[in-house]
């Protein structure tokens, strides 16, 4: 069973930056595919960018050339570096692992001030 673990939330103004992590364990982590996601008060979880064990990307359209997610396998860590946060960005921000079952972590609140 994986434990995984977000940390980084906060509260930020608005075109400011916040940093998330993400640490996994008791899993092969190198293996997986990861991926971070957000979701709103009442509204379904939704993906916010993904990568894969080889290190491909993806984001949501809302995004992309604000965010950016990386991997760190030796650390057994995910970021995910927002910059350029607006008030939508507001939200509770989830990390997932695409092993055996997806595997979700705590979540951790972001909070963009205007």
């Known amino acids: 069973q994986a434990h995984v673990v977000e940390s980084g939330g906060g509260l930020v103004q608005a075109g400011g930056s916040l940093r998330l992590s993400c640490t996994a364990s008791?899993?092969?982590?190198?293996?997986?595919?990861m991926g971070w996601y957000r979701q709103y008060p009442g509204k379904q979880r939704e993906m916010v960018a993904i990568?894969?064990?080889?290190?491909?990307?993806d984001y949501r359209d809302s995004a992309k050339g604000r965010f950016t997610i990386s991997r760190d396998n030796a650390k057994n860590t995910l970021y995910l570096q927002m910059d350029t946060l607006d008030t939508n960005d507001t939200a509770v921000y989830y990390c997932a692992v695409f092993g055996f079952q997806v595997y979700w972590g705590q979540g951790t609140q972001v909070t963009v001030s205007s």
């Open positions: 008791e899993i092969n982590f190198s293996a997986y595919s």
């Open positions: 990568i894969t064990r080889d290190g491909n990307t």
